[in-house]
């Protein structure tokens, strides 16, 4: 067993007025200087395996002063070195510990041995993972937001003008190109048309359907962006039911400027929320026409819809055989990520032969699935292949 070394040597109570200290004078000093919001973790001890050359590691009992999607700032008993190699072993809220990789990206001496060491994760968290942030309504990663740093394009589904013209309003510094459907209709029809759109902001009232509806078609027809649904109603079940449904999150009005423009960087931005977002078919190296590329996409969707009835049967071994034919097909239509999760999957399932503990995997299958973004269909070259093949 690794020995791990505690080079702090401060008592429980020690370590709180350092705390303090900290948050009171430095960290006011960074406040404007800071992208990711940070989560303080109060008095949580950790281990830090920090590299000591090629193939050592020296592993330190820490004192985690607080955690963000990419990174942490722990109080350490030594000075390390910028750009070291460090791994941050935490205890997620399952009570599982995980082992984080990154790099030290500063270090300076707070008093004694005492140092305030900075680290940037290698790959992004979800700071949600491992700490219980109670009563927060919403969870977004950016602490502050440069409004014109946000490009991409943005489909607004509200039938109300005055809305409409708000939601702009809290848009204006930014460069999105923002389109407009006043029912849930037209905005379908557009993302029918228009595979760029990256986010869609919709009311959960329309006049010719409910955002929950809009939510579902919009997903049935492959769309693969972030969908946001806007409401004034505080019904408790109402977000769980549009985030079962497909959604990705619900804003209750009034929706200030600052939380739409944090809400619009987690999906655009967020490294959190990397690989959440529209996945792209890369059927244009296959050779393959997109219609059977879509024909694929379809089946995918039947093949979720199986596996979430296999889960319910606990019928592990139909689950293993679905995964496996998306793995081994998914890459001839140029959607070799999907292939890449379905095979993480099975690596999960064959190492705890269980479905609940895969369960997180599976699910991340299936979202994946969800948002995978269609190619577009060019109908004479359907009805020409049609023609040749003899069919109608």
């Known amino acids: 067993m690794a020995k791990i070394v505690d080079t702090l040597r401060l008592s429980e109570q020690q370590v709180q007025v350092i705390l303090d200290e900290l948050e009171t004078h430095q960290d006011s000093e960074r406040l404007s200087k800071r992208k990711a919001r940070r989560w303080s973790l109060g008095v949580t001890k950790i281990v830090i395996s920090v590299a000591d050359g090629a193939t050592n590691w020296v592993h330190h009992l820490a004192v985690a002063r607080n955690l963000s999607s990419g990174g942490a700032a722990v109080m350490l008993g030594a000075f390390v070195h910028n750009d070291t190699i460090c791994k941050v072993c935490i205890r997620n809220r399952k009570g599982q510990v995980q082992q984080v990789a990154g790099r030290v990206v500063r270090c300076s001496l707070i008093r004694g ?4 060491v900075g680290i940037a994760f290698d790959s992004a968290i979800h700071s949600e993972d491992f700490i219980d942030l ?41 460069h999105l190109d923002l389109e407009f459907a006043s029912d849930g209709d037209t905005g379908l029809s557009i993302l029918k048309q228009c595979i760029e759109i990256d986010i869609v902001l919709l009311g959960y009232v329309l006049s010719d359907m409910s955002g929950l509806h809009f939510v579902e078609r919009a997903r049935e027809v492959g769309y693969g962006g972030a969908l946001v649904v806007l409401t004034g109603e505080r019904t408790a079940d109402l977000r769980s039911i549009l985030i079962a449904g497909g959604a990705d999150e619900l804003l209750h009005k009034p929706c200030t400027e600052d ?52 889960i319910e049967q606990d019928e592990i071994d139909q689950i293993r055989a679905i995964i496996q034919q998306i793995r081994s097909s998914s890459p001839n239509f140029g959607l070799g990520v999907i292939g890449d999760l379905a095979h993480s999957v099975l690596k999960q399932l064959d190492a705890s032969m269980s479905i609940e503990e895969s369960m997180e995997a599976l699910q991340r299958l299936q979202l994946a699935v969800r948002r995978i973004r269609r190619p577009k269909v060019d109908e004479t070259e359907v009805q020409e292949e049609s023609l040749s093949d003899g069919t109608t």
């Open 134 to 174: 109670g009563n927060e309504e919403y969870v977004f990663d950016a602490e502050h937001v440069d409004p014109e740093g946000l490009k991409g394009q943005v489909l607004i589904v509200e039938g109300n003008r005055a809305e409409q013209k708000l939601l702009a309003h809290h848009y204006r510094n930014t």
């Open 259 to 310: 939380l739409l423009l944090r809400a619009t960087h987690e999906y655009l931005c967020s490294p959190a929320r990397e690989g959440s977002g529209p996945i792209d078919c890369g059927h244009s190296g296959t050779g393959l026409p997109p219609h059977l590329v879509c024909e694929f996409i379809d089946e995918l969707i039947e093949k979720s819809e199986k596996i979430a009835d296999a």
């Open 113 to 116: 041995r005492v140092h305030d």
